[in-house]
Nanobody
Framework: QVQLVESGGGLVQAGGSLRLSCAAS????????AGWFRQAPGKEREFVAA????????YYADSVKGRFTISRDNAKNTVYLQMNSLKPEDTAVYYC????????????????WGQGTQVTVSS
C-alpha cells in the first residue's frame, strides 16, 4: 500500500506560481512512477504530468508544457509540481497518483491516489 498526501494548493493571481507537494508513505516509493492529474468543476479528470521512478523522464500535457515542472525526491518520498505562469483555466483540484506502470498512470488507471488539493487562479 502507498498513501499519498498532497499539499501546497491555494489561491493565486493569474501569472503567479505555486508548488504542490505529494508526500508518500508505505512501500518503497522509488519503485513507483508518479504523476499529477486535475479536475475542474463539471469536467473530467485530466492528466497533467508524470515522472518515472528515477526522475529522469517526465511527461506533460500540452496545456501545461513549458509552464509546469514535475520532479521527485526519492530520499524524501515526495513528488513536486512547480506551476508557473498560472492561468484561470488551471483552476482545479489537483491529485497526486502513483503506479508501478507509467502507462497505467498516464491513462488515469493508477493504483494509488491522494485526496486532492485545490488550486484557484484568479484573473
Amino acid at each position: 500500500q502507498v498513501q499519498l498526501v498532497e499539499s501546497g494548493g491555494g489561491l493565486v493571481q493569474a501569472g503567479g506560481s505555486l508548488r504542490l507537494s505529494c508526500a508518500a508513505s508505505g512501500r518503497t516509493f522509488s519503485s513507483y512512477t508518479a504523476g499529477w492529474f486535475r479536475q475542474a468543476p463539471g469536467k473530467e479528470r485530466e492528466f497533467v504530468a508524470a515522472i518515472n521512478q528515477s526522475g529522469g523522464m517526465a511527461y506533460y500535457a500540452d496545456s501545461v508544457k513549458g509552464r509546469f515542472t514535475i520532479s521527485r525526491d526519492n530520499a524524501k518520498n515526495t513528488v513536486y509540481l512547480q506551476m508557473n505562469s498560472l492561468k484561470p483555466e488551471d483552476t482545479a483540484v489537483y491529485y497526486c497518483a502513483a503506479d508501478v506502470s507509467l502507462r497505467s498512470l498516464r491513462v488515469g488507471s493508477a493504483d494509488y491516489w491522494g485526496q486532492g488539493t485545490q488550486v484557484t487562479v484568479s484573473s
